[in-house]
């Protein structure tokens, strides 16, 4: 009886073993074979990912190099730039000249203070201020925040089509 209880014994850890190594004795060379092939595989792939991500990487850096080349306006000394709380908009006058731009142009608001640093859009209001038409080109623009910006000081930073315009900025 103890005899069968050791051989019992012996032939479970045996199978536990062959299962654990993930291996049986039924396997064949061609089921080998086929786990070669699937092992080499993934590696002849591997060289067109690389080659992928580095199309995606130099797309990347491209879409990136956008960000740069904005043109920075400058903003009047005498008539800084304001949040209207009435429009509930940034109201801001440049001194540049043959700014062009359109109501539904991709509008961008960063706002920093205190140490933190968010972005929200912003939409291009061109009838609140019409006094900075002048002709096809413009003098100044209004942005209104898509949500709410709460009271304090900021440093604003406001890009719309291929401008950008920076200032701080007291909301209350």
């Known amino acids: ?82 949040y209207d709380a009435s429009l509930g908009a940034f109201v801001i006058r440049f001194t540049d000249e043959n700014v062009r731009y359109l109501a539904d142009d991709a509008c961008g608001i960063g706002i920093s203070g205190d140490g933190e640093a968010y972005s929200i859009a912003g939409t291009i209001d061109m009838t609140a201020h019409p006094e900075f038409e002048n002709g096809d080109y413009y003098t100044g623009i209004v942005v209104k925040p898509s949500e709410d910006v709460y009271e304090g000081t900021y440093t604003i930073t406001i890009t719309f089509d291929s401008y950008l315009v920076s200032f701080p900025c007291r909301i209350s």
């Open 1 to 82: 009886m103890l005899k069968k209880q050791i051989l019992a014994a012996v032939l479970m850890t045996g199978a536990i073993l062959l299962t654990g190594c993930g291996g049986s004795a039924g396997e064949t060379a061609v089921d080998t074979d086929e786990d070669v092939i699937t092992e080499t595989l993934p590696e002849e792939n591997q060289s067109d990912e690389n080659a992928d991500e580095t199309k995606e990487e130099t797309e990347t850096k491209k879409q990136q190099s956008t960000f740069t080349e904005f043109q920075k306006l400058t903003i009047t000394e005498d008539e800084a730039p304001y």
